[in-house]
């Protein structure tokens, strides 16, 4: 059916309802910056985050490549979807009734919208079935089997609603369709039932079977996962993807670990439902579980929503197949790992146990030492690398200072670089103290090598060099980190003005610069003095904060901005803010001059004061960015200013 015009009020619950932060983090890995998220933008071939969330204005911004909008216009753009689509699909989400406004047209939407919430009903239902299946005489091998060689107590199968699907090829489709009275195809649809492959009629998907429900993120059974417990093949059985039920975008457990993922700051991820169920039982409640071993990166950005510190425990299992598990597992978040977007830790149990095997022996504090002591992933990445080479033989050497090499290059941070450069040399030296700083030379010159390849002869000088023509922009920016650098008694003014307006650097040598710098403020031997140490390291840069270089020199009109501070950042920040509402002001503009022709008043009216409110304030910020002589004369006396100065530039 063609999607049908919405009402009013319908759009406006959903836009109260839904929140930004939440529909861009099913997509993009944000990391809380101040007031706002940042992230790597979906919209282009990202390398830095350059994409901004803001939850206080509700809005997103690529400093890059301009996108920006609203969280409707993210999922229009993202997934090519129509407004209407959009919005519909986030007052399903977010269980908001839907009204519109053609009469005839409520019927058949109410009919597609009701098809899941029967979807629901019906697995709710099988659930309980289920349930009671388990506590009768058919179900009581599984019972014992609960809770003897499981060791599960009582309450813990209640709280996973575990239960038995009875033998028979239509046990439960009699008591579906036939008792129940649900339509044979829904039942079908909800993955319950399968046709038979001759003749007429169906049969039950699960047939003696320990049966796990499976919930999404609001404990509503979307499908279910069923243990063998005789010699039938395959041992789980999971179902099929349905309306509801999309294996690769749930993780089991979800909805119990939410809390505790938030509270612990650190997700576990293990390989079994009987894991998760057991890892709970102990305390542990901060566990879940791919459907299958495949770990990808949809559902890593699902725990990231909840953990601050973005950390993520693998616990698989340490025979081969776990190690392959975990491999793959990492293989489809390496670009997020070695970014820096998720703090990945590897948990291999000894003596090869999985979790809930362990925990029949061991306490949940054994449990949760292990946790503690388990690797960063590239530490356990390098032990991967020297497993199985003795690297006393010149092959095996040579072998694993290639694969520790092209390791280590991927490394985007330049400290965390450098202290796996020491630590591999170390492992190299065998002990012996004399060889490390010429093991870690070589392995740094190699890195560097396959980091930065030949340049046809060019030097990293000419990355150091000035810009010949600045746009008011930069000189905005680079104007702000002259002071920053040169004038500390202005840094908390420079610091209070970008926060105060929400703003951050465009351009990616500033924010490569302004990062830095954060950092370097952050360690307590730092003192006032950051062109000393800047001008120490920032020659081992080859990225965006090697162009930052001639922000070093205090030059006479850096001297003037710093004598006129307070003005300069006033204007500087002003411009910075101005071509924000510049962007948004043309980007409305077009959402108003291209907006299809069924598009609704309230969504034109929207627009069309956005544009009015854009025009509005980038006017004032206009008038911001000029200095009067009235100006001038309010500041204080100019020898004050002499004392801001950097001594040591």
């Not at 694969?403 to 330049?414: E, F, G, H, K, T």
């Not at 969504?603 to 911001?624: C, D, G, N, S």
């Amino acid at each position: 059916m063609t999607t049908p015009r919405l009402h009013p009020d319908t759009i406006e619950a959903v836009r109260e309802r839904a929140d930004i932060v939440d529909i861009v983090s099913q997509h993009v890995v944000l990391k809380k910056q101040g007031k706002d998220f940042v992230g790597l933008c979906p919209f282009h071939d990202d390398k830095s985050p350059s994409f901004s969330v803001s939850p206080g204005k509700q809005f997103y911004y690529c400093f890059s490549c301009g996108a920006g909008g609203n969280g409707f216009k993210f999922l229009m753009e993202l997934n090519k979807r129509s407004f209407a689509d959009v919005v519909l699909e986030l007052a399903q989400r977010y269980q908001v009734p839907v009204k519109t406004l053609e009469p005839a047209q409520r019927q058949q939407l109410q009919r597609q919208l009701s098809l899941r919430q029967q979807l629901f009903e019906i697995l709710a239902v099988t659930a309980k079935f289920y349930e009671h299946a388990l506590r009768q005489s058919d179900g009581a091998e599984a019972l014992a089997y609960l809770r003897q060689q499981r060791q599960l107590r009582e309450e813990t199968i209640q709280q996973f609603q575990l239960g038995f699907a009875p033998g028979g090829w239509q046990t439960l489709y009699g008591y579906l369709v036939e008792q129940k009275r649900y339509p044979v195809e829904l039942v079908e649809k909800a993955g319950l039932i399968v046709p038979r492959a001759k003749g007429s009629g169906y049969y039950d998907r699960f047939r003696e079977r320990l049966m796990i429900p499976i919930r999404d993120a609001q404990s509503r059974v979307i499908g279910f996962g069923g243990r063998a417990m005789g010699a039938a093949q395959p041992k789980y059985l999971n179902s099929p993807d349905t309306e509801l039920f999309d294996k690769g975008k749930t993780l089991y457990g979800l909805d119990l670990a939410r809390a505790a993922i938030a509270k612990a700051d650190q997700a576990i991820v293990v390989e079994g439902y009987f894991d998760v169920i057991a890892l709970h039982a102990a305390g542990i409640s901060n566990t879940v579980a791919a459907l299958g071993t495949a770990l990808n990166a949809a559902q890593v950005r699902q725990l990231l929503r909840y953990s601050d510190s973005k950390q993520i425990i693998l616990n698989f299992d340490a025979d081969a197949a776990g190690t392959r598990a975990a491999e793959r597992a990492i293989g489809e978040v390496t670009d997020m790992a070695y970014r820096g977007d998720v703090q990945l830790r590897i948990l291999t149990i000894p003596e090869g146990k999985d979790p809930d095997d362990y925990l029949k022996h061991y306490s949940a504090e054994d449990y949760r030492a292990l946790l503690e002591a388990s690797p960063l992933w590239l530490d356990w990445q390098i032990q991967q690398s020297l497993e199985g080479r003795d690297l006393r033989q010149a092959d095996h050497f040579q072998q694993a200072t290639q694969a520790i090499v092209a390791l280590l290059s991927q490394i985007a941070n330049a400290d965390t670089r450098t202290h796996y450069i020491r630590h591999c040399a170390e492992i190299f030296s065998h002990g012996d103290s004399r060889l490390v700083p010429l093991l870690a030379e070589n392995l740094l010159a190699q890195v560097r090598r396959q980091r930065r390849p030949s340049r046809d002869g060019q030097g990293q000088d000419a990355m150091a060099q000035q810009p010949r023509a600045l746009s008011a922009l930069e000189q905005a920016e680079a104007a702000l980190l002259r002071i920053f650098l040169h004038a500390p008694a202005f840094r908390t003014t420079v610091t209070a003005a970008l926060d105060d307006r929400d703003l951050q650097f465009s351009f990616s040598h500033h924010r490569a610069l302004w990062h830095y710098l954060q950092s370097l403020l952050d360690e307590p031997a730092t003192g006032e003095d950051l062109i000393t140490p800047l001008r120490d390291r920032i020659a081992e840069f080859s990225g965006p904060l090697s162009q930052t270089q001639y922000l070093l020199h205090l030059d006479e009109k850096t001297q003037r901005d710093i004598l006129r501070a307070p003005l300069v950042i006033r204007a500087a920040t002003a411009c910075m803010e101005k071509n924000l509402c510049e962007k948004r002001y043309r980007h409305f503009l077009a959402l108003w001059s291209n907006a299809a022709p069924h598009a609704s008043r309230e969504e034109l009216a929207h627009y069309q004061q956005q544009i009015y409110a854009e025009k509005r304030r980038i006017q004032h910020l206009e008038q911001e960015r000029q200095v009067s002589f009235a100006d001038l004369a309010q500041l204080p006396w100019v020898g004050e200013f002499y004392n801001a100065l950097e001594p040591s530039s």
